[in-house]
């Protein structure tokens, strides 16, 4: 007789406490090895993001008649000239913003010192220095020059970005034979992929040009009220859109606080209005047109989101 051996069960035999730590556990170092990663996985995630757009181009020219790769060097060229210009708008402005800072803040917080004086005249007990501490109302100042400086220190990685985009783009336009070779009947698995793809282009085309349209507005309407840097609030508002929901709130909260410490209180209430009368327009008239159906995403997932992939990288 042989003594029977143990043998675990199989994962879809285990209880379901077990499945959930497992789960978690998996969960746990797939998020550590992100963390690890970022210096590899950030470039790369931009590179599909900039070959997913690229693809919509140089499909058409080559619908056009124009080579394959003649098709991928114009449009990668096209790529690399925007991204001369993101570079150039952000080392040309981040400096001096970044110096402008510290002023900036000295004078909100005495903006919001009679504030604080009037709360301890009604009876209220409050501790002015932590308060102010607490505040700190350049937070938001410099998470946004951290925000750009992060983007340009990944589009230092240009060079390892641009081959990504290469390989992925000449990939591309291969990847229709290589389905068809890959299954006995292609027909049906290339109608779902090409469904698939030309959903998410589509999709991301429209939100650049949504993007770029809100960007534009934005930078010329704070332009007008002659708030600093409008530039920068321009690009910020262009990449913060692609954020559903919230990123059009975040990108309206510093050059309200540029505003008020500039001019007072009523030319934050004008920036305000005019973020919101851009947004109302683009997000809630041409996009959902252009698009013709609306998302309908929760903002609390996007919240979260934001959250946790802002702390992953």
């Not at 900036?104 to 004086?117: F, G, K, N, S």
């Not at 934005?218 to 508002?237: C, E, K, R, T």
Request: aromatic share 10%; glycine share 8%.
């Amino acid at each position: 007789m042989h003594k029977q051996q143990n043998v675990p069960p199989p994962i879809s035999t285990q209880p379901p406490t077990g499945r959930f730590l497992l789960t978690a556990a998996a969960f746990v170092i797939v998020v550590a090895g992100m963390r690890a990663a970022e210096p590899i996985l950030v470039p790369l995630i931009v590179s599909v993001f900039l070959a997913m757009i690229s693809t919509s181009p140089v499909f058409w020219l080559r619908q056009k008649g124009i080579p394959s790769p003649l098709a991928v060097f114009g449009v990668v060229l096209g790529v690399l000239s925007v991204g001369f210009v993101f570079i150039l708008i952000i080392g040309t402005s981040l400096d001096d913003f970044s110096k402008a800072i510290p002023r900036y803040q000295t004078r909100l917080t005495q903006e919001i010192e009679p504030m604080i004086l009037w709360i301890q005249e009604l009876g209220f007990q409050l501790d002015k220095g932590m308060l102010l501490k607490s505040i700190d109302p350049g937070a938001s100042m410099r998470l946004v020059a951290k925000m750009l400086s992060g983007l340009g220190n990944i589009l230092t990685n240009s060079f390892l970005i641009l081959l990504t985009v290469i390989f992925i783009l000449f990939e591309a336009s291969s990847f229709q034979k290589k389905v068809g070779t890959a299954f006995g009947d292609p027909k049906s698995t290339l109608s779902h992929v090409n469904k698939i793809t030309n959903a998410v282009n589509n999709y991301l085309a429209i939100k650049t040009v949504v993007s770029l349209g809100t960007g534009v507005i934005v930078a010329m309407w704070v332009w007008a009220l002659g708030i600093d840097f409008p530039v920068i609030w321009g690009l910020l508002a262009f990449l913060l859109n692609f954020i559903p929901n919230l990123g059009s709130i975040i990108a309206a909260v510093p050059p309200m606080l540029l505003g008020y410490i500039q001019f007072g209180i009523g030319r934050m209430l004008l920036v305000a209005t005019g973020y919101v009368a851009v947004n109302l327009i683009f997000g809630n008239v041409v996009e959902p047109k252009l698009m013709g159906r609306k998302l309908g995403l929760s903002t609390l997932v996007v919240f979260l989101s934001l959250v946790f992939w802002g702390w992953v990288w």
